[in-house]
């Protein structure tokens, strides 16, 4: 698209264009980041990790961002959110998606960066990593991951599904309102795989190598840059009781690789 066009829709472009260099800095960083004990925290628990590059990465995006866009907001995972200063575009960012891979494996973890004006998306970018994979998408002009093209698949029988979740316990174990249609669903579809980032898995679905995913617990950092290339990739996402993905608030999350599959879905084990 003409970047003339980007201009008239208010600086989406000059944002696209600093989330593109700031993501790629960000990612050359933390491959070659190095992690001692002493930089490793828990949060709420011993499954809820921060670490120092969590936040050393999310404070360098925000600088970045705050500076060339001062009346932009900000919500992160590791700092208070920054609030709207008039321009109505709001960022959402998680420095590390996937903290505990990248604790205990060093891959498998994404950098996620979405940008809206309000309720409707703007852009997302997820940089996974250690692959150097780039996953972005501009709302309205398809979904890339490098010089790619990417499209969700095109499976549709539920037995040729694979389901993609980032918490197992959550999902499958603890009480929920659809645990039972949820495990159901975990039997009648090719298979289950959990990657352990919520970006990342999102952008499989979008890249087609995933069909389902499902989140019990999904906060607006972890899956606003990603529902944006879901989106633009030919795959839908709502909350688990079939109700919109919010765009501030902490959500359950079913996504599908179409429309189709994902109301399917919705009412044969969702209870919809
Ligand atoms: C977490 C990961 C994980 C998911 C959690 C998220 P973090 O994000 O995406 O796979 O199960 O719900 O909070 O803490 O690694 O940024
Ligand atoms: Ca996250
Ligand atoms: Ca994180």
Redesign the pocket.
Known sequence: MERSGYHRRGGAAERFDLAHSAILRAGAILRTARLEAGNIQEKTGHQ???TYW?KETERSLRQTISEAFPQDAIVG?EYPAALDGGSGVSWYL?????????VSQHRN?AVSIGCWRGEAPLFGLVLDVERQALYSAVSGEGAWCGGKAIRTSSRDTTSRLLLTT??VL?TFLRPSPQRDGLIRLAGDVRGVR??????L?LCAVAAGEADLFI?L???P??HNAARIILAEAGGMASRLDGAPLPVMERSTVLAANSAQVHKRILMDYCGL
């Open positions: 809820d990790l921060v969590d995972e998680d420095p590390i998606d996937g903290t505990t891979n990248f973890y980032p918490g959550h959990s990657l352990g980032s919520v970006a898995e989140a617990r999904s906060s950092w972890d």
